[in-house]
C-alpha cells in the first residue's frame, strides 16, 4: 500500500493534536493506572497515575466522569494492511489512552517545560531498536515555556490552547509538533504508538473494521452521532466545531472503548513516511531520519473518507 505524500504535506506542518500515548503491556515500564469509567472500561494494572493527571479529576467523558488519562489493553494479534495485496502485520499487547490528549493535560507539560525535556531513549518502543529520543532531536523543540506556548498559537482561529486556564481544557490540543508530541508522551510515562498500533487498534485488529465503530455485520456509514468530521467542506470550521474527547461515545467508539479514532483531531504516530511499508513485520515501524512523520484518524476539517481506517 502506498502513502499519500500530499497528506503527510498538506498536515504535518499545520493544525494538529498528539493523540493518546501508548505502552507495551507487561514490557514497558507500567503506564497509567486510572478508572477509564462506565463503559470506558479500566485502565488499571500497573503503574501510577500519570504527571498530566496527578491534580486532575475525572471530568473527561460523555457524562464527565472518566479520567483524561484512562488508558485500555488493546489485545495483540495479526491484522492485514493491504489494499490490492497481502500487507500482515503483528502487534503485541498494548495500553493506548482512550481520549486523545487534552489542552488540561498538556497544560501540566507546559508547567514543568524545559525540565520536561526528554533525555536520550526516552518513549522508545521496547521491542523495536533505537526508537527512542535522540540528541539531534533537541534543536527541533522550542527553546523554553514561553517559546512552547507560542508553538502552539498556530492557524487561527483552529489552536485550542489557551495561556491561561480557560473553557477549552477538555479539547484536544492541537498545534503540536510531532517532537513536542513525542516529547509530552516520553514524559508522562507512555510513548507514540505504531502506525501498525493505530490503525490495529482503529480496525478492530482482525476484525478489519471499515470505521472504528463498524462491525461486520455493519458498515455504519459515518453521520455527527459516531464522528467530528466535516466542518471544512463549506470553509466555515471555527474552534467551536471540536469537540472534547469522547463527545460521540460509545456509538463512535473502536472496538476496544476508545474514543476518536476517526474523527475530531488527526494524530500523530511514531513512523516516518514511506511510499512502501512493508509486506509482513512484528512490531515494527519506520523510522528515517529528516522524513515527515505519519498521521492518521482524520479531523473536525476533513472530509468522510479520511475516516476510513485504511485512510491516513
Sequence with gaps: ???????????????????????????DEPYHLADGGGDGGTAGGGGSVPRSCADMDAICGPRGDESCCASLV???????????????????????DRFEVTVGRFRAFVSEYPAAWPVVGAGAHPKIPDSGWRAEWDDKMPV?????MAWTHCEDPYYSWTDEVGDRELLPVTCVS????????????????????????????????????????????????????????????????????????????????????????????????????????EDCTVLTPDANH???GGGWRSEQETLLTSAF
Design 1 to 27: 500500500m502506498e502513502m499519500s505524500r500530499s497528506a503527510v504535506a498538506m498536515w504535518s506542518a499545520s493544525c494538529l493534536a498528539m493523540g493518546g500515548c501508548t505502552a507495551i503491556v507487561g514490557v
Design 74 to 96: 488493546v489485545p495483540g494479534g495479526t491484522f492485514d494492511r493491504g489494499d490490492a495485496e497481502p500487507r500482515l502485520a503483528t502487534v503485541s499487547d498494548f495500553r493506548l
Design 144 to 148: 523554553d515555556r514561553d517559546a512552547l
Design 178 to 281: 510531532w517532537f513536542v508530541a513525542f516529547a509530552f508522551c516520553a514524559w508522562d510515562g507512555g510513548r507514540l504508538p505504531t502506525a501498525a498500533e493505530r490503525r490495529y487498534a482503529a480496525a478492530g485488529g482482525d476484525e478489519q473494521r471499515q470505521y472504528p465503530w463498524s462491525t461486520a455485520d455493519s458498515a455504519a456509514e459515518p453521520d455527527e452521532s459516531y464522528a467530528v468530521y466535516g466542518c471544512g467542506l463549506d470553509g466555515s470550521c471555527e474552534i467551536a466545531d471540536l469537540q472534547p474527547g469522547g463527545s460521540r461515545s460509545p456509538r463512535g467508539d473502536g472496538r476496544w472503548g476508545h474514543a476518536d479514532l476517526g474523527g475530531n483531531v488527526w494524530e500523530w504516530v511514531l513512523d516516518s513516511f514511506a511510499e512502501e511499508i512493508p509486506l509482513e513485520c
Design 294 to 296: 505519519m498521521i492518521w
